[in-house]
C-alpha cells in the first residue's frame, strides 16, 4: 500500500514528507529528480518510475508534484486516484493549493493525511467526513479557539461514517431549501486545416449544490436519457433504477457534489459551435510571414459565444508578431513564443478578426511545424449535446424545496490544427 | 495567524525552547509547542531528542493533542523504544475508552509504532478490538493486523489474528469487510503459500455483496481479490461477470480498472456464441474511452492497459480509434503510448484516418514523438498490405520535407517495407538516394546501405554510392560496418566485373584493420566463401530471405495472457510478469486465465494467440525474453539460410566457376592470401556425430556395457518451477535405438495439451526423432509415459559438461526449460566392431599428448587387456560450432 508521501515543488525541494508505515528515507526522490531534469517540462514526468527498491508515483497539479512512495504491488491506478484526491481535498480546505499555503497550514494537511490514510489503506477520503473530524482553519474559528481553548479536531465519531448514506451527515438542517444543479459540457476536439472535424467529443457533467433538511430522497429525469451511454456516477446514485428506468434517485449529499460525468463519444455528431478561419504562411525567402485569424459562429442553437480565447504556440522562429485585432486584446511572449488574443463575445454580424506580419529570425530557415490554434469559448444555456433535464422530485421529506438548473458548454481541449 | 509561525527559530536554541514550553503547565502553550515540534518533523528535521518531554503531554483529554502526539509517537518510537514504553499504559487505557473514535485511534496508532515491547501489549487490545461492537473499531483493527504481521508474522499467527480477520469477511458492515480483504491481501502478498483468502462461492457471495455497499477504495480490494477467483463453470462466471459490470460506471477509475480486470478474466470462460459475451464485450468500450478523458496520469496507466486489452481482444475497442488520437498539449508519455495503440488499431477500414494524423504528427516539434510517428507510418504499412502503397507515398512526402530526423526515420522504415514487399517499391530508391548525404544518423545509414546492396543490379551507379560509404569505414559504428561489408559482398556477387577491387577492399578492411571480432568474423567466412565456392556463395548470401513477420511487436501469448490477470497493477505498466521485477521474488504466483470449461464444447485451446492471427502464426511472434529461451525455440522457426548451402558446398567444392573468370583472377592475384586464422578444417560440414561415435564403438567394444541398462527415472523439471508440470524421466539405448523415457504428470488444476519438445544443440547432436506424442489433452493429476526416440543428427555444440542436454518442453500454458546428463553409454553401438586401419588412423589422429597409460589389476575380462586407450583426447577435437 502506500508508504510516504512527499511533497516537491518545481524547483526540486521537498517541502513536506508524510510516511504511514516506517520511514523511507528521502533520498528515493532522488530518483524522481532525475527523471525530472530528463523530461523538459514538467508535465512530462513520467507518473510512474521504478527505483530499485521502490515505485515512485506521481500526479503534477498546481506546480507542486506529488510523489507517492509503494514498495510492493499496488494497483497505480489506486494510488493516483487518491493523490488526486488529497489535492482536491486541499483545495477544498484551504481554497487553493499551492506550496505556501501547504505550509501555513502544515498541521493541519499533517492531520488530514493521517486521517486519509491508515497502514496506506484509504480511510476517509469523502471531503465531508474528514472535515468534521478535522475542521478547516477559518478566521474567525482560529480566533474563536484562541480564546476558548477548544480544537479544530473532532471528538465524535463523524455520523455518516457507517451509516448506508455514508456520503451524508445527519440533522442538516436550512431555513431555505434549495437544490442547484449544474449542466456543463465540454467540448473536446480536433479540427484539421481545412476546417473539418478529425475527432470530437463531450465530456459532460452535472454538478450539484444541494442544501436540504433531513434525508430528502431526490429523483432527477432527462427528456432524452438515451445519449447518455457512457457514464459515471456518484456513489448515491442507486444504479438499478437507472439501468431499468433511466432515472437518477438519489440521496443526495450535502453541498457541492459531481452527482454524474458522462461522456458522449465520437460516433454520436457532435455540433461544432465555432469555426476559424486562419492563414498563417510563411515565405521561404522572406522574413516576413502573413498571418490571419477570423473566428465565426457555426451551430449554436441561436446562443451567442461569450468569453472567446485564441492562444497559440508559434514555431521557435517567430521573433516578434505586429497584429492588429478588430476586437479585444492580443499578447504575444517573445520568450515562450505564446501567441494569445482575448476576443470576448462573437458577434455575428462582425466577426472578430486579428491580421498583420511575424518576423522570423533573419537567416533561419522556414519553420517546420505549423502552430496549432487552441480555442476556449463559453455558451450559456445551452447543452451542445442536446441533454435536458424533464423534471426533479423530492420525497422523504415535507417542506418544498427551491429548484434550479443551469446550462453550459464550455470548450475543453478545442484544438485547430493549421 | 497560520501555522508557518512554528518555523521560526530563536537564538537560544530551538530544541530547548520547545522542551521549557512542552512542560508549561498551560495547555494553550503546551498543545502549540506540540505543533511547532511535528511541524518540524514533517519538513525532515530531527526533534527526537524531544522524547520524554513529547510523551508525558500524552495524558490528556484533549483530541488534538492526543492526535499530535500519536503522529510524534509514530515517527519516533523506533529510536527510542525503552520511552515508547512509557506510552503504553496509555494506549491500553485508551483502548477501553467509551468512544469509539479513541478506542480506534489507540489501537491504530499502537499498530503504527514497530517496536517489539509495545507489539506483545498490543494483543490483547487488538483481540478485544475485532470483536468491539462499534463497526468503526473493528474496521481499524481489521488494517492492525496487516500492520503487526509486517512486524511480527508469527506473533500474529500464533495469536490466531488471521482466523478472527478471515471471520471479519463475514462481518455484518461492508467496510469491514472490505478493509479484512484489504488486510488479507497484503498478508498474503507477504506469504503466497499461505492461501489466507481460501475463496468459495459462499465467501465470493459476500464479497459480491459487500461490493456494492462499501467505499471505492474497498471496492478496488474486494475487484482484486475476486480476479484471483477461479469459478467452477461458464455460468458461475457469467453471474459474477454480472454482479461486477455496474463497477464500470464508478468515477473512481481505479475501481473502473479492477473491475475490467475481472470481466476480463471471466470472459474467457464464457462460450463466444453466448449472447452474453457479446453484450459484455459492448459494455467494455465506454469506461476504457472515459478513461482517456481524466487527469494525464491516470490516462498513461489506462492507456498501458488498453494496450493489453487491444492485443487480447482487438474487437473491444475497433470503433474507438478516434480517441486515440494525439492531442498536441498531451504529456509526451501519453503522446507514445496513443500512437502505439493507434497502430495496433489498424486496419483496412480506418487506415485513411490514420496516416492522415500520423502525417500530421510528423509535423510536430517533439523529436521523440516525430520519430515514432514516422516508424508507425511503416509499422502501418507492414500491417495492413492494402495501405502499403499509400503509406509510401507518405513517406515520400515527408522525405520531401528535408527535416533531417524525419527522412533517416523514414529510410529506416522503407527499408522495413522492402523486406516485407520486396520487388515492389523500388521506383523510390532514385528519391532516397537523394538524400544519402544527409543521413548521419548509424541506423538510418545502415538501412540505406542495406537497401543499395539489395537492389545492386537496378542502381546503376550502387558501386559509387556504396564506395563512397567505404572512405570513412572505420569511423562508423558497427551496424553500418557490417552492413556495408554484407552490401558490397551483395554487389559483386551480383557484379562481379566491376567491383573486384571494392570487395577486396571491404574485405581487407574488415578482417585486417578492424578489431570488432563480430566484423572480422564476418569478414573472413565472406572470403572464403568467395574463394572456395562462389556458387555456394551467391547461394549463401543472395539466399531469398524470409519476409518479415507482421507484428514484431506484440507480447507473446503466454506472456499475454498472463498479464491480463494483472490488469491494473504495476505489472501492466511495464507490461512485464511481476516475477520479473518484484523484489526478491517473494509472494510471486504465475496467475493465468481460466480455461474455457463446461458447455463449450469446442476442443479449441484457450485462445492464446490474438483473434486477428490465426493460430498458425503466433510463433512469429519474437520471444521477448532473448536469452537462451528464446534460441531454443527459435532452433526451427528461423529459416536455416545457412545450413543447406554450407552442406552442398563439400560437394561442389571447386567443381564449377559460374562466375568465370573474375575470381579465378581474384584466388590467383597474389595479395589474396588466404587469411591465416580462417583455418578451418576442411571436413566442417561432415557430421561429427558418425566418427565419434564410431569411436565410441570401440569402448563399447572393450567393456562390459549392455545396451540395456537403464538408471532409474529422475526428476528433471519439478511442477513448482513449471506452472504444475512435472516431468520426470530417463534415457535408454535398445537394439540400436536411443530413446528418451518420460513421465508428464499435471499437478496444476488445468488441462494441459500442444505439447512440443526441443533439445539445444549438444555435444553428440542428440536431437528427437519424432515429435513428442501426447495423444489426449493431460488433465488435472493424470501422468502419462512417453518414449521419444532419439537420433544424433542434430547440432553439434560442445557443452560443459559434456553430456549435458538442455531442453525444452512447450504446451499451452507456457514454455519450459531444464536441463540433464544423459549416460554417454546411450551413445555406444552394440556390435562394437571396427575396421582395423579405421582403428588405427583414429588413434593416430589423437594427439600424442593425449595418451595416458595405466595398468588395469584385476581385471574381470578372460582376455588380458595390456593397456587401455583413452578417449579423452575426443572431446577436445569437437568444434564449437
Given amino acids: 500500500m502506500i508508504h510516504s508521501l512527499f511533497l516537491i515543488n518545481s524547483s526540486g525541494d ?84 499551492s506550496e505556501p499555503v501547504i505550509k501555513d497550514n502544515v498541521v493541519v494537511v499533517y492531520e488530514v493525511l493521517e486521517e486519509m490514510l491508515d497502514n496506506g489503506f484509504p480511510l476517509a477520503t469523502e471531503s465531508n467526513i474528514l472535515k468534521e473530524l478535522i475542521k478547516p482553519p477559518t478566521i474567525l474559528r482560529t480566533v474563536v479557539n484562541t480564546i476558548t481553548g477548544s480544537t479544530n479536531v473532532g471528538d465524535q465519531l463523524p455520523t455518516g461514517q457507517l451509516s448506508v448514506v455514508p456520503w451524508r451527515r445527519t440533522g442538516v438542517k436550512y431555513t431555505n431549501n434549495e437544490a442547484y444543479f449544474d449542466v456543463i459540457e465540454e467540448i473536446d476536439a480536433i479540427i484539421d486545416k481545412s476546417g473539418s472535424t478529425v475527432t470530437a467529443e463531450i465530456q459532460g457533467v452535472i454538478d450539484a449544490c444541494v442544501k436540504l433538511t433531513g434525508m430528502p430522497d431526490l429523483t432527477l429525469s432527462f427528456m432524452n436519457p438515451r445519449l447518455l451511454d457512457d457514464v459515471s456516477f456518484h456513489p448515491c446514485v442507486r ?33 461544432i459551435p465555432v469555426y476559424v478561419k486562419h492563414n498563417i504562411s510563411f515565405r521561404d525567402s522572406s522574413s516576413l510571414g502573413r498571418f490571419e485569424i477570423t473566428v465565426g459562429p457555426k451551430q449554436t442553437m441561436g446562443k451567442s459565444i461569450e468569453g472567446v480565447t485564441v492562444s497559440s504556440q508559434m514555431p521557435r522562429g517567430v521573433l516578434s508578431m505586429n497584429l492588429t485585432p478588430s476586437q479585444g486584446t492580443h499578447t504575444f511572449d517573445p520568450v515562450t513564443k505564446m501567441l494569445s488574443w482575448d476576443v470576448g463575445k462573437i458577434n455575428p454580424q462582425k466577426l472578430p478578426s486579428l491580421k498583420g506580419t511575424m518576423s522570423l529570425q533573419a537567416g533561419a530557415s522556414k519553420p517546420d511545424e505549423n502552430p496549432t490554434i487552441n480555442l476556449q469559448f463559453k455558451i450559456q444555456q445551452l447543452a451542445i449535446s442536446g441533454l435536458k433535464v424533464n423534471r426533479l422530485d423530492m420525497y422523504g421529506e415535507k417542506y418544498k424545496p427551491f429548484k434550479g438548473i443551469k446550462y453550459m458548454t464550455k470548450a475543453g481541449k478545442f484544438q485547430v490544427r493549421t | 495567524m497560520t501555522d508557518s509561525k512554528y518555523f521560526t527559530t530563536t537564538k537560544k536554541g530551538e530544541i530547548f525552547e520547545l522542551k521549557a514550553e512542552l512542560n508549561s503547565d498551560k495547555k494553550e502553550k503546551k498543545k502549540e509547542a506540540v505543533k511547532k515540534v511535528i511541524a518540524s518533523m514533517t519538513v525532515g528535521k530531527d526533534v527526537s531528542a524531544l522524547f520524554p518531554d513529547v510523551v508525558n503531554c500524552m495524558q490528556t483529554d484533549n483530541l488534538e493533542l492526543k492526535k499530535l502526539v500519536y503522529l510524534y509517537l509514530m515517527n519516533y518510537a523506533k529510536s527510542q523504544p525503552d520511552m515508547a514504553i512509557m506510552a503504553v499504559n496509555t494506549f491500553v487505557k485508551d483502548c477501553e475508552d467509551p468512544n469509539p473514535l479513541i478506542r480506534a485511534l489507540a489501537v491504530r496508532t499502537m499498530g503504527c509504532i514497530r517496536v517489539d515491547k509495545i507489539t506483545e501489549y498490543l494483543c490483547e487490545p487488538l483481540r478485544k478490538c475485532l470483536k468491539d461492537e462499534d463497526p468503526y473499531v473493528r474496521k481499524t483493527a481489521a488494517v492492525c493486523v496487516a500492520k503487526l504481521h509486517d512486524i511480527n508474522a508469527q506473533l500474529v499467527e500464533d495469536q490466531g489474528f488471521l482466523d478472527t480477520l478471515k471471520d471479519l469477511i463475514s462481518d455484518s458492515n461492508p467496510m469491514v469487510v472490505a478493509n479484512a480483504v484489504a488486510a488479507l491481501s497484503e498478508i498474503a502478498e507477504s506469504h503466497p503459500s499461505s492461501n489466507l483468502l481460501d475463496l ?73 456464441d453466448l449472447d452474453y459475451y457479446g453484450t459484455l464485450l459492448k459494455k467494455l468500450a465506454p469506461p476504457l474511452v472515459t478513461l482517456l478523458s481524466a487527469e494525464p496520469e491516470l490516462q498513461y496507466v489506462a492507456l498501458r492497459n ?20 494525439v492531442k498536441y498539449n498531451d504529456p509526451i508519455y501519453v503522446k507514445l503510448e496513443k500512437l502505439d495503440i493507434m497502430i495496433r488499431l489498424a486496419s483496412q477500414a480506418n487506415i485513411a484516418q490514420v496516416l492522415a494524423e500520423l502525417k500530421e504528427y510528423a509535423t510536430e516539434v517533439d523529436v521523440d514523438f516525430v520519430r515514432k510517428a514516422v516508424r508507425a507510418i511503416g509499422r502501418c504499412a507492414i500491417k495492413v498490405e492494402q495501405s502499403a502503397e499509400r503509406c509510401v507515398s507518405t513517406l515520400l512526402d515527408l522525405i520531401q520535407t528535408k527535416v533531417n530526423y524525419v527522412v533517416q526515420e523514414a529510410i529506416v522504415v522503407i527499408k522495413d517495407i ?21 543521413l548521419d544518423e548509424p541506423e538510418a545509414r545502415a538501412a540505406m546501405i542495406w537497401i543499395v546492396g539489395e537492389y545492386a543490379e537496378r542502381i546503376d551507379n550502387a558501386d559509387e554510392l556504396l564506395e563512397s560509404f567505404l572512405e570513412g569505414f572505420h569511423d562508423e559504428s558497427t551496424q553500418v560496418q557490417l552492413q556495408l561489408l554484407t552490401a558490397i559482398v551483395k554487389l559483386f556477387l551480383k557484379k562481379p566485373t566491376e567491383t573486384q577491387e571494392l570487395v577486396q577492399q571491404v574485405l581487407s578492411l574488415a578482417t585486417q584493420d578492424s578489431d570488432n571480432p563480430d566484423l572480422r568474423d564476418r569478414g573472413y567466412i565472406y572470403w572464403r566463401l568467395l574463394s572456395t565456392d562462389p556458387v555456394a556463395a551467391k547461394e549463401v548470401v543472395l539466399a531469398e530471405k524470409p519476409l518479415i513477420s507482421e507484428e514484431t511487436d506484440l507480447i507473446e501469448p503466454t506472456l499475454l495472457d498472463e498479464l491480463i490477470c494483472y490488469i491494473g497493477t504495476l505489472a501492466s505498466v511495464y507490461h512485464k510478469p511481476p516475477s520479473a521485477f518484484v523484489e526478491g521474488g517473494r509472494g510471486v504466483v504465475h496467475k493465468s486465465l481460466p480455461p ?32 537462451l529461451l528464446g534460441d531454443l525455440l527459435n532452433l526451427d522457426l528461423g529459416p536455416p539460410v545457412s545450413g543447406p548451402p554450407l552442406a552442398t558446398s563439400s560437394v561442389q567444392m571447386g567443381a564449377v566457376d559460374l562466375l568465370g573468370s573474375g575470381l579465378d583472377s581474384l584466388i590467383g592475384a597474389s595479395n589474396f592470401v588466404s587469411p591465416p586464422a580462417a583455418a578451418v578444417p576442411a571436413n566442417l560440414g561432415a557430421p561429427m556425430g558418425s566418427g565419434l561415435s564410431d569411436l565410441f564403438d570401440l569402448t563399447s567394444g572393450v567393456g562390459t556395457l549392455s545396451g540395456s541398462y537403464v538408471a532409474p527415472k529422475a526428476v528433471w523439471l519439478p511442477a513448482m518451477k513449471a506452472k504444475g508440470l512435472e516431468i520426470s524421466g530417463t534415457f535408454t539405448r535398445q537394439v540400436g535405438s536411443i530413446s528418451m523415457d518420460l513421465q508428464l504428470t499435471n499437478k496444476a488444476l488445468q488441462v494441459m495439451t500442444d505439447f512440443a519438445i526441443q533439445f539445444n544443440r549438444n555435444s553428440f547432436g542428440l536431437a528427437p526423432a519424432a515429435p513428442l506424442q501426447v495423444h489426449a489433452p493431460l488433465s488435472p493429476n493424470q501422468t502419462v509415459e512417453i518414449s521419444l526416440p532419439l537420433n544424433t543428427v542434430g547440432s553439434v555444440m560442445k557443452m560443459e559438461p559434456l553430456n549435458n542436454l538442455q531442453v525444452a518442453v512447450k504446451n499451452n500454458i507456457d514454455v519450459f526449460y ?57 572431446p577436445a577435437r569437437v568444434p564449437g560450432l
Fill in chain 1, 14 to 97: 521537498i517541502f513536506l514528507e508524510k510516511h504511514w508505515k516506517s520511514v523511507v528515507s528521502r533520498s528515493v526522490c532522488d530518483y524522481f529528480f532525475e527523471a525530472q531534469e530528463r523530461a523538459t517540462e514538467a508535465e512530462n514526468v513520467p507518473p510512474v518510475i521504478s527505483t530499485p527498491h521502490h515505485y515512485l508515483l506521481s500526479v503534477y497539479r498546481h506546480k507542486i508534484f506529488f510523489v507517492a512512495v509503494i514498495q510492493t504491488e499496488v494497483p497505480p491506478l489506486f494510488v493516483i486516484e487518491f493523490l488526486h484526491r488529497v489535492v482536491d481535498t486541499f483545495q477544498d480546505y484551504f481554497g487553493v493549493c
Fill in chain 1, 239 to 271: 444504479f438499478k433504477r437507472w439501468e431499468s428506468e433511466r432515472i437518477l434517485s438519489f440521496i443526495p449529499p450535502d453541498g457541492n457534489f459531481r452527482l454524474l460525468s458522462y461522456h458522449v463519444s465520437a460516433q454520436n455528431l457532435v455540433a
Fill in chain 2, 200 to 272: 468459495n462461492p459462499q465467501s465470493i457471495n459476500k464479497l459480491l455483496t459487500a461490493l456494492n455497499e462499501c467505499t471505492e477504495w474497498g471496492q478496488i480490494f474486494i475487484l482484486d481479490c475476486l480476479a484471483n477467483y477461479t469459478p467452477k463453470d461458464d455460468r458461475e462466471a457469467q453471474s459474477i461477470c454480472e454482479r461486477v459490470t455496474p463497477r464500470l460506471s464508478h468515477a473512481n477509475s481505479a475501481v473502473v480498472l479492477s473491475a475490467v480486470k475481472v470481466l476480463m478474466k471471466f470472459m474467457e470462460m464464457l462460450s463466444k
Fill in chain 2, 306 to 325: 488498453i494496450n493489453l486489452i487491444v492485443q487480447k481482444r482487438p474487437e473491444i475497442l475497433k470503433h474507438e480509434m478516434k480517441v486515440f488520437f
Fill in chain 2, 418 to 438: 522492402f523486406r516485407k514487399y520486396p520487388n515492389k517499391y523500388e521506383s523510390v530508391i532514385a528519391t532516397l538516394c537523394e538524400n544519402l548525404d544527409s
Fill in chain 2, 596 to 627: 474455457r470449461t463446461a458447455s463449450s464444447e469446442s476442443t479449441e485451446s484457450p485462445e492464446t494467440a490474438p483473434a486477428g492471427a490465426p493460430p498458425g502464426e503466433q510463433l512469429d511472434v519474437i520471444p521477448t525474453q532473448g536469452d
Fill in chain 2, 818 to 874: 531444464f536441463s540433464t546428463l544423459y549416460p554417454l553409454h546411450i551413445l555406444f553401438v552394440e556390435d562394437g566392431k571396427m575396421d582395423r586401419q579405421m582403428f588405427l588412423a583414429t588413434w593416430k589422429d589423437i594427439p600424442n599428448e593425449n595418451e595416458a597409460q595405466f595398468q588395469i589389476r584385476d581385471c574381470p575380462l578372460n582376455a588380458a587387456v595390456p593397456e587401455v586407450p583413452s578417449t579423452g583426447g575426443v
